[in-house]
């Protein structure tokens, strides 16, 4: 079984050019977590989706960013017209549906951005 | 709000040490406690989950203790390894969209 894909691994974009990030959950997970890691800071939540759905998008840029998760195909993560301050590790994490609430979440090895 | 605080920030201890990490949360109302290590440039490898309703979660080496009462949980490694070094994050899972609020973090240096 394999674990939570990401791609690509490392991604260069100069200002004003299109992110896509994708994440294929681990296979049966139904549920996919965005979070961000800005360089020397912690790990912040950033959307969390089920198929079709976003559940919580609380912790998302209100401009630029959108996150999607078709019922086909891996979730992506977009950013329209990144900046300079975009630059940092995004990790998507899946976890199944579990009727004791437990969700634990099993992360990717993450997507590294690069704005120059 | 959900915050979550690790100490000590750094650590380093000779090979073979038992060492105890700490992490405190302000709302105690979690659904499960979640410890992570990151090694440097990689991703998270899940360790231990604690669900509410449990006081610890024990693997090989490793034990996490939970008291929601004073919002705290301790991750202790027993004769630690240099491979043992990393980052080591916790996470409360609060309930609602499932989103983990994360702890700064320790890091870890194993010394042979």
């Known amino acids: 079984n394999a674990g939570v894909m990401q791609n690509p691994r490392h991604l260069v974009r100069r200002r004003g050019q299109e992110a896509r990030l994708r994440c294929s959950p681990m296979k049966g997970h139904s549920h996919v977590y965005w979070y961000r890691q800005l360089p020397e800071e912690g790990l912040k939540f950033m959307v969390y989706l089920q198929k079709e759905n976003i559940i919580d998008e609380s912790g998302m840029p209100k401009e630029r960013f959108s996150a999607e998760f078709p019922k086909e195909g891996p979730s992506i993560l977009r950013i329209q017209q990144v900046v300079r301050g975009d630059s940092a590790a995004y990790f998507c994490a899946s976890s199944p549906f579990s009727l004791a609430g437990t969700y634990e979440q099993y992360f990717g090895p993450g997507t590294r951005l690069t704005v120059t | ?112």
Not at chain 2, 48 to 59: D, K, N, V, Y
């Open chain 2, 1 to 112: 709000k959900q915050e979550v605080t690790q100490i000590p920030a750094a650590l380093s201890v000779p090979e073979g040490e038992n060492l105890v990490l700490n992490c405190s949360f302000t709302d105690s109302a979690i659904y499960n406690l979640q410890w992570f290590r990151q090694d440097p440039g990689k991703g998270l490898t899940s360790l231990l989950l604690i669900q509410s309703s449990q006081r610890e979660q024990t693997s090989g080496r490793l034990n996490a203790s939970l008291d929601k009462s004073s919002g705290r949980s301790t991750l202790y490694i027993a004769a630690s390894q240099p491979g043992d070094s990393a980052t080591y994050l916790c996470a409360a899972h609060t309930g609602g969209g499932n989103k983990l609020t994360f702890g700064t973090g320790t890091q870890l240096k194993v010394e042979l």
